[in-house]
C-alpha cells in the first residue's frame, strides 16, 4: 500500500526558508519519479517540481532558482527546499508519486505553507 506523508509546512514571513519533506511507502523509491504540486484557494493545482528517477529535476518558472527538489534514497524521503518565499508561494503542497515514470498516481495529504509579507 502506497503511503505519502508531508511535513515541514507552516508559516513564514516574505523572504523566508521552509524545507518540506515527504516520506514514501509501499513501492521502489529510488527508481520512482516524484514531484511537488501545490493549490492555492480558488486556484488550479500547479505543478511546482520533479525528479525523475535519473535525478534529472525540473521546477515551475515561478518557482526555478528558489526551490530545489531533492531525493533521500537512504529513508525513502523527498524534499523542498524552499528559499526567498514570497506570498504568492501560499498554497496547500502535495507529495506526488510515480512508481513507473508514467504519470503521477499517488498524492499526500498535503501540507499548509503560509507567507505572510
Known amino acids: 500500500q502506497v503511503q505519502l506523508v508531508e511535513s515541514g509546512g507552516g508559516s513564514v514571513h516574505a523572504g523566508g526558508s521552509l524545507r518540506l519533506s515527504c516520506t514514501a511507502s509501499?513501492?521502489?523509491?529510488?527508481?520512482?519519479?516524484m514531484g511537488w504540486v501545490r493549490q492555492a484557494p480558488g486556484k488550479e493545482r500547479e505543478g511546482v517540481a520533479l525528479?525523475?528517477?535519473?535525478?534529472?529535476?525540473s521546477y515551475a518558472d515561478s518557482v526555478k532558482g528558489r526551490f530545489a527538489i531533492s531525493k533521500g534514497s537512504a529513508n525513502n524521503t523527498l524534499y523542498l527546499q524552499m528559499n526567498s518565499l514570497k506570498p504568492e508561494d501560499t498554497a496547500m503542497y502535495y507529495c506526488?508519486?510515480?512508481?513507473?515514470?508514467?504519470?503521477?498516481?499517488?498524492w499526500g495529504q498535503g501540507t499548509q505553507v503560509t507567507v505572510s509579507s
Open positions: 506526488a508519486a510515480d512508481p513507473n515514470c508514467i504519470g503521477a498516481r499517488y
Open positions: 509501499g513501492f521502489r523509491f529510488i527508481s520512482a519519479c
Open positions: 525528479i525523475n528517477r535519473g535525478g534529472t529535476t
